[in-house]
Every structure is written in C-alpha cells, then in structure tokens.
C-alpha cells in the first residue's frame, strides 16, 4: 500500500532530493570488502589477448559486457537529463541500462518523458524497466510498455521505506506481487535489492516465487538509509546507515546455494573499479550494475568522456582476464581469490565453506 501523502509533486522532489545527496555522499573509494579480497598471481598463462572475450549472458539475453548502468533516477525535469545522458552512454558502448523506478510516471503521466527519453536516445539497446515489490501485475505491464523495456527489476528496499519520513509502511503483498509479475509478464524478470544486500534464505525464498535472476546489491555504494535519514526533520536513524551486508558478503551467501536451487545471480553495490567487477564475477556473479559511479561520471565529466572511461574500463577488463588466465566470464570462478577477513568471519558464523575459493584453479 503506498502512503497517501506520497503525492506526484513530493515524488519528483524526492528524486532530485536523492540525486543531490547521492553526489554529496559519493565516495571513490572501493567498499573494504573489495579492497581486502586478493587474486592469487600465477606467473604462467597460456591466454592470448585475441582469445579473451568479456561478454556475458544473464535473463535469456547476451551482453557485450558484463556490467550495465544499474537503476538510477527519473521523475522531474532535472533527471530527464541525466536519463538522456546515460542512454546516450549506452547507446555508444553497448552497455544495457535500468530506469529509475517508474512508479511516478504510472501515477503522473507529466513524468513520463524523463523515463521515455531512455529509449528515445537508445533506440535498439537492452533497456529495464525498474518498480517497486509493491506493483501489481498489471502496473508491471505498463511499465514495461512505457519505455518498451526487454526486462522489468523489481526493487526491494524496506529499510529504505521505513526510514523514508513519506515511506511505505506495509510489505505484505510483496511475495504474491512478485509470484504474479514473474508469471504473468512477458519479459524477464529481476529482483534487486537497492544497496541493503541479501542472505541466502532471501534468494532461497525469491527462487521459490520463480525468479530466476536475482541481484543481491549489498551495501558500500549509494547509501539510502543515509540519504533518507538526511530528508528526515525529527528522529534521526543515523545508526541504521550501515545497515545490512556488503555485495561480496551477500555474494558469499548467494553462492552457498546448491547450484541446482540457485537463481542467476547479479552483483551490484559499492562497485566502483574494473576490479571490483572482476571481484564479483570470480565470486559468481554473472553480470554486474554500476550506478553511483555514472551519476558521478555523467555530473562531473559528461557525456563524451563518460563514454571513453566505458570503454577503458572494457579495455581494463580485458588486462585483468589476461593476468588471470582465463579467456571468459564464466572463466573467473576457477580463479584462485583470498576471501577478506571479515569474509571469513562472516562464512565461518553462517557455516559457509570458504577456503575451496583459494584452491579452484587446480580443481
């Protein structure tokens, strides 16, 4: 149930509220759960450069690169422009692109061109719808259709909403939304989480609505217990803005699954280098979503040179294949990784096997 003062006008201010602070809370810096997780260098390889490719597939569908422009913004007159920027970038290097949540436009069809301008700009590219688990079945179809998108995310973001001073505070038709949406529609269909991360009975239980590709969003990137609690006039939740696990902590849960119970599973949150990408995918991601890194790019250094940073991180892919040995994506996961301390830990409490990640090379 959506909060009945949550209109259309507070909607478009919310996303430029969180735009601003996004840029104001940004940070450079790889989460610590990335930094501390090492590869281990073997000396001879037998890859050509010619031979390795970066290309991955996820949802029934092939991408030329493993990372897309994850879920961001649109609603007002301020992200119509930052949509048209991305879809450009996009456009130019081939990378797929999620939407901003489309939950305003079904509500205030005013709004709709700043999510249209998407694939206006990005005629023939792989663009995703984005929605809350709250939407019905049919508000999925016409999301979709909006923006003719090849595959609907669906967000979970409850600490978000409950921290939000305007939020929802009634989840229960999440798990019957989301059964529906992913039966009825048809278009593939992800569920994300916005930055909280997620344990592996939280993959487990979307696996049994019948989602097939989940992405865990751990946190260490945009940060929207912070953000939402800066909105806040009264009760600060400043000691909820650490909420939740990292995306490699949330990875290690996802991945502890048997294989034959697991979705696909997609990384996102605090990923912020070429080798925080590669990081995830040796960990068994299939693809990975970079978000606070474009808005930073695309508001301080515009298109042009958003598009030449896309292809040298491509390019940075490649080099880290090549160091690594492997000529793949699906490669990574026989590389040889050293999980960081608090990985460690955090497998040994929850009973999950860690040190194989060290030894797959020679498996």
């Known amino acids: 149930m959506t909060n009945p003062q949550?209109?259309?006008?507070?909607?478009?201010?919310?996303?430029?509220?969180?735009?601003?602070?996004?840029?104001?809370?940004?940070?450079?810096?790889?989460?610590?759960d990335f930094e501390q997780t090492r590869f281990v260098h073997h000396s001879l390889s037998s890859v050509d450069w010619d031979d390795i490719s970066i290309a991955t597939s996820f949802g029934g569908m092939d991408f030329s690169s493993p990372f897309f422009i994850s879920a961001m913004t649109g609603g007002s007159q301020a992200?119509?422009?930052?949509?048209?920027?991305?879809a450009i970038v996009a456009r130019e290097t081939g990378l797929a692109i999620a939407s901003g949540s489309l939950s305003i436009a079904l509500k205030d069809a005013s709004t709709t061109d700043s999510f249209t301008i998407m694939r206006k700009e990005n005629p023939s590219g792989k663009i995703f719808a984005n929605l809350g688990a709250h939407h019905s079945l049919e508000n999925a179809k016409r999301a979709v259709d909006m923006i003719q998108a090849d595959a609907l995310q669906i967000h979970l973001n409850r600490p978000q909403e409950m921290i939000m001073p305007e939020g929802d505070r009634d989840f229960s038709s999440w798990q019957e939304n989301?059964?529906?949406?992913?039966?009825?529609?048809?278009?593939?269909?992800?569920?994300?989480?916005?930055?909280?991360?997620?344990?592996?009975?939280?993959?487990?239980?979307?696996?049994?609505?019948?989602?097939s590709v989940v992405d865990v969003a751990g946190n260490g990137g945009t940060n929207f217990a912070a953000i939402e609690n800066s909105r806040r006039s009264q009760?600060?939740?400043?000691?909820?803005?650490?909420?939740?696990?990292?995306?490699?902590?949330?990875?290690?849960?996802?991945?502890?699954?048997?294989?034959?119970?697991?979705?696909?599973?997609?990384?996102?949150?605090?990923?912020?280098?070429?080798?925080?990408?590669?990081?995830?995918?040796?960990?068994?991601?299939?693809?990975?979503?970079?978000?606070?890194?474009?808005?930073?790019?695309?508001?301080?250094?515009?298109?042009?040179?958003?598009?030449?940073?896309?292809?040298?991180?491509?390019?940075?892919?490649?080099?880290?294949?090549?160091?690594?040995?492997?000529?793949?994506?699906?490669?990574?996961?026989?590389?040889?990784?050293?999980?960081?301390?608090?990985?460690?830990?955090?497998?040994?409490?929850?009973?999950?096997?860690?040190?194989?990640?060290?030894?797959?090379?020679?498996?």
């Open 235 to 363: 009760i600060s939740y400043d000691y909820l803005e650490n909420w939740g696990q990292s995306t490699m902590v949330s990875l290690l849960e996802a991945m502890s699954i048997n294989e034959c119970d697991r979705p696909t599973i997609i990384a996102s949150g605090g990923i912020k280098t070429p080798m925080d990408m590669v990081k995830s995918l040796a960990m068994g991601a299939q693809g990975v979503g970079v978000s606070g890194q474009f808005l930073h790019l695309i508001q301080s250094k515009g298109v042009e040179e958003t598009i030449a940073q896309v292809k040298s991180w491509q390019e940075q892919l490649k080099t880290i294949l090549s160091l690594l040995g492997v000529s793949t994506i699906s490669d990574l996961r026989k590389t040889d990784m050293i999980l960081s301390q608090n990985l460690q830990d955090w497998a040994r409490a929850r009973q999950i096997p860690w040190k194989y990640y060290a030894n797959r090379s020679g498996s």
């Open 79 to 86: 992200t119509y422009k930052i949509n048209q920027d991305l």
């Open 6 to 32: 949550d209109t259309p006008e507070r909607q478009a201010n919310r996303k430029d509220d969180h735009v601003a602070l996004a840029t104001h809370l940004y940070s450079p810096a790889s989460a610590s």
């Open 178 to 211: 989301i059964e529906r949406i992913v039966s009825g529609l048809d278009v593939p269909v992800f569920v994300k989480e916005v930055g909280f991360g997620m344990s592996r009975e939280t993959v487990k239980e979307l696996a049994s609505l019948g989602v």
